[in-house]
């Protein structure tokens, strides 16, 4: 196949973002009265949104889930990325050599996306006209919309897009969308990622031949 888009997704993929903010809200519920630990709540979390965060804890947790639990959320997030968000290891190299044309698709929300790549130094790989959250279309992963909205808006055929997950949401996005798939078996169970349909790789040196 020659691809013609690659498109990431941004968190667990180009930055090295899922323990922080996992552990973030594995910190809430567990305060919440439903102990979590930060393993748990990355199998829970991995590759949703932090409405199905909510959902899940609703349905866990007697007492109301707090009016600002998505505000703090995200203030414990922003404060640690400042000082612990890495890149993926490899990716800058990856991205570096990569000669195809490239975007994001992320659940995150579009100025968090910017945000985690100026703080991991990535940012300059990227027209900021091609960073797609799925906030832009209010559909999110695992539907396939938000995958479909960037190959459309990057006028590629999405038989021609390879999609580079790390979340068994993010893999059936990517094969409900028509495209081929490569998990990133960095914090996420290999086998669940090739359940869902992804070829798995387990380092980004790997995707520098296979692109």
């Known amino acids: 196949m020659a691809y013609e888009l690659v498109i ?23 305060e919440l009265g439903f102990p979590m630990t930060t393993r748990e709540s990355i199998n829970y979390f991995v590759g949703t949104s932090i ?21 703090r959320y995200r203030q414990m997030c922003h404060e640690r990325f400042q000082t612990d968000l890495r890149p993926i290891p490899g990716i800058e190299n990856l991205l570096n050599q990569l000669k195809l044309p490239k975007c994001v698709g992320s659940n995150g929300p579009r100025h968090k996306i910017i945000s985690n ?20 279309i209010q559909k999110w992963k695992p539907l396939p919309d938000l995958y479909l909205h960037a ?16 979340s068994v949401a993010g893999v059936k996005a990517g094969r409900a969308a ?13 086998a669940a990622l090739t359940a869902a349909g992804a070829k798995i790789i387990s380092s980004m040196d790997e995707l520098i031949q296979i692109l």
Do not use: W
């Not at 990227?126 to 799925?134: G, I, K, N, P």
């Open 151 to 166: 190959a459309n808006r990057m006028k590629v055929a999405p038989q021609k897009c390879v999609v580079i997950e790390d």
């Open 117 to 136: 790549l100026q703080i991991t130094k990535l940012i300059h790989h990227f027209d900021e006209a091609h960073l797609f959250s799925a906030y832009d």
């Open 8 to 30: 990431f997704d941004c968190d667990g993929v180009l930055v090295d973002s899922e323990s922080i903010s996992c552990g973030a809200i594995a910190e809430i519920a567990t």
């Open 178 to 190: 028509g495209m081929t798939v490569y998990g990133y078996a960095g914090d996420t169970n290999g």
């Open 51 to 71: 409405e199905y965060a909510v959902d899940f804890l609703k349905e866990k947790i007697t007492k109301p889930i707090p009016l600002d639990f998505e505000s």
